[in-house]
């Protein structure tokens, strides 16, 4: 039996790539739990992430199975500028392979050639754990993220 071993790709996105990007942002949003979604603002965002930054796709036979948006943003207190994750996800049909670890190896290097450094947060409500846990294995942790206030609306799931 001649089996063929299929392996993940990750390339970076193009225009082109909007409305598959789009897609997966919602897929990511329903799994989230978090806010409302406007669609106008998700296309927007990418539109950002892809003219000031980059946004990661990997592949896994001819099929995106997850995706990193980068964006070069300066940190309030200085003029440095650094890449950060506006949104990383993984389909369920994904998380079971190295895509993670290829699409945080493949922004590193994105970072390193920027020669600014990458921060990519654990945001959400789903997994914390596991996701923190996998996060400071891959990278130096920074602490925390708490959520208070009025989370009636906010929190849905």
């Known amino acids: 039996i001649n089996m063929a071993i299929t392996s993940e790709k990750v390339v970076q996105a193009t225009g082109r790539d909007i409305p598959l990007i789009v897609n997966l942002l919602v897929d990511m949003y329903h799994e989230a739990g978090m806010g409302r979604l406007v669609l106008e603002k998700v296309e927007k965002t990418v539109k950002l992430c892809l003219e000031k930054g980059a946004i990661i796709l990997i592949e896994k036979d001819n099929k995106v199975i997850g995706l990193m948006g980068l964006r070069i943003t300066e940190l309030w207190w200085c003029y440095d500028q650094v890449f950060m994750d506006?949104?990383?996800?993984?389909?369920?049909?994904?998380?079971?392979?190295?895509?993670?670890?290829?699409?945080?190896?493949?922004?590193?290097?994105?970072?390193?050639?920027?020669?600014?450094?990458?921060?990519?947060?654990?945001?959400?409500?789903?997994?914390?754990?596991?996701?923190?846990?996998?996060?400071?294995?891959?990278?130096?942790?920074?602490?925390?993220?708490?959520?208070?206030?009025?989370?009636?609306?906010f929190l849905w799931s």
């Open 86 to 153: 506006q949104f990383t996800y993984v389909a369920p049909e994904g998380r079971k392979s190295r895509a993670i670890h290829k699409l945080v190896k493949f922004a590193d290097g994105l970072a390193k050639q920027a020669r600014m450094p990458l921060i990519i947060a654990n945001f959400g409500v789903k997994d914390t754990e596991r996701k923190s846990k996998l996060y400071k294995r891959l990278g130096r942790d920074l602490g925390s993220t708490i959520l208070l206030g009025d989370t009636k609306e």
